[in-house]
């Protein structure tokens, strides 16, 4: 077993070790790398740019949404209704554009303002009854399937005008063919990285996180902030309802039905603590990596896709007990 | 206690997911064997007919010696989990791929990218829309399979004025709509004829069907001829007739040709159901790759993988083969 080999490095180095263990993306970084690197011995195509490119092409989407659930997760909630706010925004997007004859610049605003209704009203449920974001989600999940599938009569929308799928599109860099989509996925994850590590709004995240009554005291104003939370998560879900269409090349009502606890895989095994307070969007970024590269990887050596599904199980039981048993030590 | 506990566990979580995928490897290909490698992308992994037909693409693999990977979708319906197979089996070098869509629309793009780069695409059981979005079909006609028991239901019925429930799959995948059309064609009338007085979706599921019975047997009592979509929505429906008592009196007809369906013809709950080949499909189209990958021509156009009438009352003038027939060659 080469596994080992990076922490014995470390151990004779304690500053280095210490240093890198202060970080909370570290423990999911180092399973990414050791990851790849059994991917690149197991098989010849997976260290390739393309190959990479492709990744990335693949994650984009959840990773999007992830985005978003990472938002409120920190919040101490949690978004099951994402996949399917996403899928009411792509059949909205092109059906209005395909069907209705919009112009799709407008086609696709309005889709994403129907995503960021949908943040709205639950951030307002979460807040202004209160009840829990769990049950709201829940409820909104149902609604925005049901409505995708009522507006949408069950017909997948096909001829999407370019516009709409110009974020599926690539361009070649060295011998990789990069997807534009990828690229807003990746400004998305450095956009909200800045946004919460270094603006008042993403501080009081965290500060409502870790405690909703001591945030009050200090004076954020909780019940706004958590709805401009839900709200902007809504606008993000609008953005991954575009690089959907995009990638896929069609509005698909089917589309998004195990997104939401994809994403919440990719949060948790990024590290971020499903009670609040804890947790960075690269943590995500980094999560979100891990599943694509094990799909990518298991698939390229010829393994079947229920392993895929057993390996992500165990990875998330895991991570959650990181967090656990480092809550315990902290305490 | 935090400083040890993190870097311990990310070694076991690594070793755990290394010696996970060393476990499962066994299953799939070497990558360093130089043989063709085919891939499979069934609809899900669960269904038992997505499992024989995998079982069929194993065996011809074997004798054919090319390497098989399998994926499929998580759940009926799930077009990216099957486009991001697709991509992967690409990647991965197959020389051709056989696939079931969970979306004959929206998997086209991503047939075409694959073909675009070299791949010969096989569609196994559901074809594409359009169907030469593929370059060849390996599938039941399901036009004629609905007819088979259309026809059979019609002899059957003579005499008496038939009140059909159609027990159906979804709204618009083509396969239920085709079997749905074809058994009323077999049976003489319109798709929406009035004699049908109840038509409800079932989505293939026992559960389901049973409800759909149900509710049909509220909304028309009288009902004496149940389409089912296939064998598990039909014994929802028996369930249901049973509860009323009324299970002897109402004819059952279904499409699929399961081994627990099968037995049910032969039990008597299901008068007669049409069989379908998953296997065969799934031999063929790895044979049809492998063929294709020793420098052989590309397979094309629709190649019908055959489909039976099976029941143990045969009605005069319509050919069946008995159970015995459908047992030994069912799947699941």
Known sequence: MTAPAPFTAGAANPFVLRRLLTTPVAGPLVALVLASVFF???????????????????????????????????????????????????????????HQGW????????????????????????????????????????????????YSEE??????????????????????DITYGSLVTVALFLGFAYALGSTAWGRHVYALGNSSESARLTGIRVNRLTVSVYVVAGLVYGIAALLLVSRTGVGDPQAGQTDNLDSITAVVLGGTSLFGGRGTVLGTFVGVLIVGVFRNGLQLMGVSSVYQTLVTGVLVILAVTVDQLSRKGTR | MLPRTRPVLAVAIACLALSTTACGSGSGGDSSSGKAKVGLITKTDTNPYFVKMRQGAEQAAKSAHVDLSTAAGKFDGDNAGQVTALENMVASGVKGVLITPNDSKA?????????????????????????????????????????????????????????????????????????????????????????????????????????????????????NLVYAINEPAALGAYTALKAKGREKDVMIVAIDGGCTGVQAVKDGKIAATSQQY?????????????????????????????????????????????????LKNCWG
């Open chain 1, 103 to 150: 112009p799709p610049l407008v086609a696709v605003l309005v889709g994403l303002l129907a995503c960021g209704v949908f943040g709205l009203a639950n951030g307002l449920l979460v807040r202004a009854v209160p009840l829990p974001p769990f049950i709201v989600t829940l409820g909104m999940l149902n609604v925005a399937f049901a409505l995708t599938h009522i």
């Open chain 2, 107 to 223: 998997i086209v793009p991503a047939i075409a990218k694959a073909r675009a780069k070299g791949v010969l695409v096989i569609a196994l059981d559901t074809p594409p829309e359009p169907e030469n979005a593929a370059d060849a079909l390996f599938a039941t006609d399901n036009v004629k399979a609905g007819e088979l028991i259309g026809a059979y239901a019609k002899t059957a019925m003579t005499g008496k004025t038939a009140k059909i429930a159609t027990l159906d799959l979804a709204p618009g995948i083509s396969v239920g709509v085709q079997r749905h059309d074809g058994f009323a064609k077999g049976f003489g009338i319109g798709s929406t004829d009035p004699s049908i007085v109840c038509s409800q979706d079932t989505g293939g599921d026992q559960a389901k069907g049973q409800t759909a019975m149900e509710n049909c047997l509220q909304k028309a009592p009288d009902i």
């Open chain 2, 278 to 326: 998953p296997l065969k499909m799934a031999s063929d189209g790895v044979k049809a790759i492998a063929q294709y990958a020793k420098g052989g021509k590309k397979a094309s156009g629709y190649t019908d993988t055959g489909v039976q009438l099976i029941t143990d009352k045969p009605q005069t003038g319509v050919e069946a083969k008995d159970t015995g027939f459908g």
């Open chain 1, 155 to 176: 017909q997948t929308v096909t001829g999407l005008p370019g516009p709409l799928t110009a974020l599926g599109r690539t361009f070649p860099l060295g011998n990789t």
């Open chain 1, 40 to 98: 690149a011995i197991g098989t010849d195509q997976f260290l390739s740019g393309g190959n990479f490119s492709l990744i990335l092409q693949q994650v984009m989407v959840v990773g999007t949404l992830a985005i978003g659930q990472t938002l409120i997760i920190l919040t101490a909630g949690i978004d099951l209704s994402c996949g399917a706010v996403m899928a009411f925004g792509s059949i909205l997007m092109a059906r209005l554009a395909v």
